[in-house]
């Protein structure tokens, strides 16, 4: 299995673009899940889908941030207007029951600069 | 939301050592994870612990589910170059509908 595919790995930008992050889960697992990585704040949960459906929006930080999964192969996070303070790594996982909290598979990330 | 404490934050060791870090949480968890990070990759998953007081080890790695179900610790015995790297705890509390608590991480540095 290809694993968690994420694009791209780094993203430079300027304040006020619009940015798109892209996500392929391991394919047959029903949950996917957005985190940030920054250094102040560590790992935080964004947003969550099960088969397809967004269950748990409340870490999205505010309404810059929207996520949506048109199929079970793929998802996208984006933010409009991009802001510094965006700047992190953004990544997706995937899990097959979150019930009994199996594993979630992480990808490598993707590198976000909003300059 | 509930917040994890890892402790310690980093740790320089001499290759050989063994290595212990702990989390502690203000409330249950129903699961504790332990993942390693490694620069420019994402979390890695090492030992999953779904029951209070279970212990398991995956090579030279042993992590236990705290009784309280508030703490969990990893052991790592014999450190060799390639364990440097970020280790996490993660936990899930009850109910599973709050995805993963991560905890800010223990940065593991070795001497060689």
């Known amino acids: 299995d290809a694993g968690v595919i994420q694009s791209p790995r780094h993203e430079v930008t300027e304040m006020g673009q619009e940015v798109t992050l892209r996500c392929k889960p391991i394919?047959?697992?029903?949950?996917l899940f957005w985190y940030r990585q920054t250094m102040m704040r560590g790992l935080e949960l964004l947003i969550y889908?099960?088969?397809?459906?967004?269950?748990?929006d409340s870490g999205m930080p505010e309404d810059r941030f929207s996520a949506k999964m048109p199929n079970a192969s793929f998802s996208t996070l984006k933010i409009q207007p991009s802001e510094p303070r965006d700047s992190a790594v953004y990544f997706c996982a995937s899990s097959l029951r979150l019930i009994r909290t199996d594993t979630q598979y992480f990808g490598p990330g993707t590198r976000l600069t909003v300059l | 939301g509930q917040q994890l404490n890892q402790s310690p934050q980093s740790m320089f060791i001499q290759e050989g050592e063994d290595v212990s870090m702990n989390c502690t949480s203000s409330?249950?968890?129903?699961?504790w994870l332990w993942y390693k990070q490694d620069p420019g990759e994402g979390p890695v998953l090492l030992i999953a612990?779904?029951?209070?007081?279970e212990l398991t080890s995956n090579g030279r790695l042993t992590a236990q589910f705290g009784i309280t179900r508030k703490d969990s610790f990893l052991n790592i015995s014999a450190s060799i170059p390639s364990d440097v790297g970020i280790y996490f705890c993660a936990g899930q509390p009850p109910g599973g509908a709050d995805g993963l608590t991560f905890g800010k991480g223990t940065h593991l540095i070795i001497q060689p």
């Open positions: 612990l779904y029951k209070a007081g």
């Open positions: 889908f099960n088969n397809n459906v967004p269950i748990d």
């Open positions: 409330s249950i968890f129903n699961t």
């Open positions: 394919s047959g697992h029903d949950y």
